[in-house]
């Protein structure tokens, strides 16, 4: 059995349905069971209506919901399902559904985590039983189940997390026995609900995210990421045209290039398959002879694998001559972050100074305040991370050297290398993020070496 996942530009229209409905169907011998995002650009749009109608824009919210609408039932028609009664009337349900909550925030004038959630899942609520509805009607036994009832989740929010027991007893009696009667189950990504029931999401880009938890609670042999580029690139093709394909990389290289900025895959998507050993690959829906990506344990070790980029990082640095060095004071400091549930990227010390990145700001005013309990604090916005990821970074002798080289005068706020030798993280001012990309990559994959 695989999970293959398909994402927004996957589903995008109905063309794009349909290379997706034959891509499942050409891997019916290795029992896939499909996760799909929504349509290409609705969470947005989603998101864009819920907050609009909290401020009282209820006019725009339902134009909004009017235009999705159309799309969907649009989209239904051209893949020639739209005779099929039970997905227009469910489509329609879902959108008079929308409707009342978008009432709802405009009466409220407030949009909760909680609220927003139940809006932002609908993109995946529509776009299962659309796919599940082109699936059957190319002769694939697909069948929509509901991924609220498979991906039990915790409360927070907007970035719940996957409880991994309760899934793989859900997995057991929603998924499993449609795999093996031959169906192929297909569920939303992204959305998941709580012990009591409410609707959830994973946070954005989470879809990758629901395809491993359910790819690890099921022991699939595989996990397919399909998207629209090619696999995973040396670094994103929108900043760097000339990135190539990357065919086999590693677990940790691959988590570490997510997590710094590599959309391609949500961050979390990598430690489910680690946990079971699955190996993760990803696929280009609009070519789908390519090689793709091949992501497992095993793949040489290279000192540079790939590059990465993120903006919109905020450094926070504590100097204190005196407190630094007393013993604790490390962990009171880091105390704050975790009590402020801000998570912290990159990390520089000295004797007399701690610096981090943060790339969560909601918390900062409350961070920075009890921080200034350490000692003088000073937050520094407009920063972006570069970083540099390989295996064979931290053993390499002349690896740091060609990268500080390659950067030329573009000035450097911090710099840090992962204990782990996998990871050298650059801090720049966000103007240049995309330029030190390009420098970095043209010095370590455009020239002869
Ligand atoms: P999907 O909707 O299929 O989940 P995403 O937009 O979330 O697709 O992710 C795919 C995009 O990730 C690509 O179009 C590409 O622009 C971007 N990207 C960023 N870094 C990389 C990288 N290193 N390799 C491949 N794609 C990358
Ligand atoms: N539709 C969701 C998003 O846009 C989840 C995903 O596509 O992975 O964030
Ligand atoms: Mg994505």
Known sequence: MIVAKFGGTSVGDAEAIGRTAAIVRGRLDRQPVVVTSALAGTTNR?????????????????????????????????????????????????????????????????????????????????????????????GVPAVF????????????????????????????????????????????????????????TLGRGGSDYSASIFGAAMDAEAIEIW?????????????????????????????ELASFGAKVLHPSTIAPAVRKGIPVFIFNSRNAAGRGTKITFDAPRLPVRAIAGKSKTVVVRVRSPRMLAAPGTMR???????????????????????????DDVQHLDAVVAQLSAYGDVAVERGRGIVALVGAGLGESTVTMARALTALGDLRLHMVSLSATGINLTLIVDDAVVHEAMRRLHAAFFEEAA
């Open 145 to 200: 189940v509901d991924a609220r009832k498979v991906m039990a989740t915790t409360d927070d929010h907007g970035r719940a997390e996957p409880r991994a027991d309760e899934i793989a007893v859900a997995c057991r009696t929603h998924v499993l026995p449609l795999v093996r009667a031959g169906k192929v189950p297909v569920l939303g990504g992204y959305i998941g609900a709580t012990a009591a029931g409410v609707t959830t």
């Open 46 to 138: 989603l998101i864009e209506l819920a907050q609009a109608a909290a401020k009282g824009d209820l006019i725009v919210a339902l134009t909004v919901i009017e235009e999705l609408r159309a799309r969907h039932l649009a989209t239904i028609d051209a893949l020639g399902v739209g005779d099929d009664a039970e997905l227009v009337t469910d489509t329609g349900a879902l959108f008079d559904e929308l409707a009342h909550l978008a009432e709802a925030l405009s009466v409220l004038g407030d949009v909760t985590a909680r609220s927003l959630d139940a809006v932002s899942a609908m993109g995946e609520r529509l776009s299962a039983p659309i796919v599940a509805a082109a699936l059957a009607r190319i």
């Open 332 to 358: 009171a400091i880091f105390e704050v972050f975790e009590r402020n549930r801000t998570s912290v990227d990159v990390v520089a010390t000295s004797e007399v100074s701690v610096s981090v990145t943060l």
């Open 227 to 255: 998207t629209d580029v090619d696999g995973m690139l040396t670094a994103d093709p929108r900043v760097v045209p000339q990135a190539r394909l990357i065919e086999h990389i590693r677990f940790d290289e691959a988590a």
